[in-house]
């Protein structure tokens, strides 16, 4: 994430000066053919399923049979009349309103203990990665165990501890602080890693400034590492939102499977479930396009969104990264 | 990316003003703050292997059992000569998977980044935009058309439409090898040119040597990725005896119904989990570099 937009610091390419057009369209030529499966895959695998999503989200179409233009029927039922379709929205809301924003936090108070200057710091950095490492479908599997409502080794420390044991995946108001709870010890690894590096590059200069200048540890990072690592948070966010938005393994595994309700009264009902289910369970690719393009307009607009109010908040004064 | 060495300095700073105790009680607490959340993240790990060595009616009692009584190694043996986990032919899918598919897109993404990073064409820059600009497409909205196009060409139930498409190259993947190419002097690819070589040569003679680093942590991410992929195969594949791991995983759950034989759940789980493990000790420094270097999370 060096920087997305590198053409401005860019050298000339070194080249002998141009001896007319034959020789031009020759590298062109040449260019082309090193990029061609590129292209290929810019015009087959993005660009066709981006037109075509457009088309078949306007059809009723099972594949079988060919395609029937329907107009904007599909989002009139997607609406209106599928009841599914708001749980499911409102049901990833939630997950990613709570899970992005404690994700983040997590991961950088994480980044933050493994930024102290302590013996042994690799072992700790290799442990609260680990988790990352494992495979969605193992990772569910075990933190269906751990999350037992009744003999599950969490609510057993929760009544240590003088809480009430909680229902978890079983119950629908705890099923999606489950995943959640998932979440946070799987999905935070990498986040870290980065947070890790934003503040290992903040200059130590500014550092003993603020100390000269009598601030005392938490004023030294709310006021100087936290500022520099807003890039860092940003980017990190943008990626959050879409990657949760489209939260599929956790919830399918946990929530047993593609048939049925979706966890108790349907509260693991994710979008990209509901997409799922309609498109590769009871073959309505139409509608099911027509879910999917919906999210992606919501996906496009949330991130510039995001883009537009970062002036506010994202930092960019700092000196060039590496 | 030497990080190492403002930290040196540092200690070494604060060592000759004598600050020892101040140090000494920071690192207590800091150390003990590490221990606690260390515990917290390696307790589902140690519970993983504890069930995994528990007979069934163990796994969920009170109060809890901390050490299996007996230990049953016979777990794992049971586990992945199981009919419905077909583990060496499970094994056999993934590494197929893995090796193909990331064998594919280290060489179609080194190509087409050596074009992006020495190369001059037209609409190269208009080009390397909308590869930066797909970067942040949401995989939900190519899903069903590609899957349609796969379905007309017949591949459905193939491993086809999980490998094809990235053998043409992936947009991360060329941007992090455009950007690491950027670093390597022009000096050394010009030379190369100035006595005779074509772009073939020094992107194979010059550049992949130098990028190496590079190249390894595309290839171990790739890998991961499609070593842990569970929703296209998923999707698109259906006889049982094509699976990857992780797809036989799931169905292994499945088979069982309501009452799940959890100790050979997590036996299968941490036959999965282990590769990817032993692979993340050997090739560590590269897994940390690429992360911070990437911006990638987790895998």
């Known amino acids: 994430m060096a920087s997305i937009t590198p053409e401005a610091n860019r050298p000339p390419i070194a080249r002998a000066p141009r001896r007319g057009m034959s020789r031009r ?16 895959s810019l015009l087959v695998f993005t660009g066709y399923p981006m ?16 395609p029937v233009w329907i107009g904007l029927e599909n989002f009139r039922v997607m609406f209106t009349e599928d009841s599914l379709y708001w749980l499911a929205v409102w049901n990833t809301v939630y997950y990613t309103a709570i899970s992005v924003p404690l994700s983040l936090a997590v991961a950088l108070g994480l980044a933050l203990l493994l930024s102290q200057r ?10 609260f990665y680990l988790p990352s490492l494992v495979p969605t479908v193992a990772s569910t599997l075990l933190w269906i165990v751990l999350l037992n409502p009744r003999l599950g ?69 709310r006021y100087v590492t936290l500022p520099l690592l807003t890039p860092t948070i940003y980017f990190n966010l943008i990626l959050g939102i879409i990657g949760s938005f489209q939260v599929f393994g956790q919830v399918l595994v946990a929530s047993g499977g ?39 307009i919501v996906l496009v607009l949330l991130t510039l969104l995001v883009v537009r109010t970062s002036n506010a908040w994202v930092h960019y004064e700092a000196a060039p990264r590496r | 990316m030497n990080r190492t060495i403002p930290q040196t300095t540092d200690q070494q700073t604060k060592r000759r003003s004598g600050m020892w105790t101040r140090r000494l009680s920071g690192e207590l607490l800091a150390h003990t703050l590490l221990i606690i959340v260390a515990v917290l993240f390696l307790v589902p790990f140690l519970w993983l292997v504890i069930t995994s060595l528990k007979q069934k009616s163990q796994v969920f009692t009170d109060p809890l059992v901390w050490i299996p009584d007996p230990i049953m190694w016979s777990n794992y043996p049971k586990a992945l000569t199981s009919p419905s986990f ?63 196009l796969f ?60 990028i190496r ?69 050997v090739a560590q420094r590269s897994f940390i570099e690429g992360v911070t270097l990437t911006g990638l999370k987790g895998a």
């Open chain 2, 213 to 281: 680093p590079a190249l390894l942590v595309v290839a171990i991410f790739h890998f991961l990725y499609t070593w842990n992929d569970f929703m296209g195969p998923l999707i698109y594949l259906s006889d049982s005896n094509d699976f990857p791991l992780v797809l036989g995983l799931y169905s292994f759950r499945g088979r069982f119904g309501g009452s799940v034989d959890w100790p050979l759940m997590m036996s299968a789980s941490i036959a999965i989990i282990v590769p990817v493990v032993l692979l993340f000790f």
């Open chain 1, 153 to 221: 080794l969490i609510n057993v420390a929760l009544e240590t501890v003088g809480l009430p044991r909680l229902g978890w995946l079983q119950s629908e108001d705890w099923s999606k602080p489950a995943i959640i709870l998932m979440t946070l010890w799987t999905g935070t690894g990498g986040a870290m890693l980065i947070f890790l590096a934003g503040i290992k590059d903040v200059p130590q200069s500014l550092i003993d400034a603020a100390m000269i200048d009598g601030a005392n540890g938490w004023q030294r990072f």
């Open chain 1, 118 to 127: 302590a013996r042994g710091i690799g072992i700790y950095r290799t442990i």
């Open chain 2, 86 to 148: 077909p583990f060496v032919r499970l094994l056999s899918n993934t590494i197929f998977y893995t090796v193909t598919s990331t064998l594919g897109v280290v060489i179609s993404s080194t190509v087409v980044a050596y074009a992006f990073a020495r190369m001059d064409f037209r609409g190269r820059d208009t080009l390397f935009g909308i590869t930066l600009a797909t970067l942040m497409l949401p995989g939900i909205v190519t899903l069903i058309p590609t899957y349609v």
């Open chain 1, 258 to 296: 593609g048939a049925g309700q979706a966890g108790p009264l349907n509260s693991l009902l994710m979008y990209m479930v509901l997409l799922y289910r309609n498109a590769f369970r009871s073959f309505n690719m139409g509608y099911a396009s027509a879910l999917a393009l919906v999210m992606f």
């Open chain 1, 51 to 66: 037109l075509a999503s457009f088309y078949f989200s306007m059809t009723k179409y099972n594949i079988v049979s060919p």
């Open chain 1, 25 to 40: 369209l020759r590298d062109d030529l040449r260019a082309y053919l090193f990029i061609s499966p590129w292209i290929f």
């Open chain 2, 151 to 210: 379905s007309t060409l017949g591949l459905v139930g193939s491993y086809a439409p999980l490998i094809l498409p990235v053998w043409f190259g992936t947009a991360f993947n060329i941007f992090l090898l455009r950007q690491f190419m950027m670093t390597i002097p022009f000096d050394l690819t010009d030379a190369a040119r100035v006595d005779g070589a074509g772009d073939g040569v020094i992107l194979w003679r010059v550049m992949v040597p130098l």
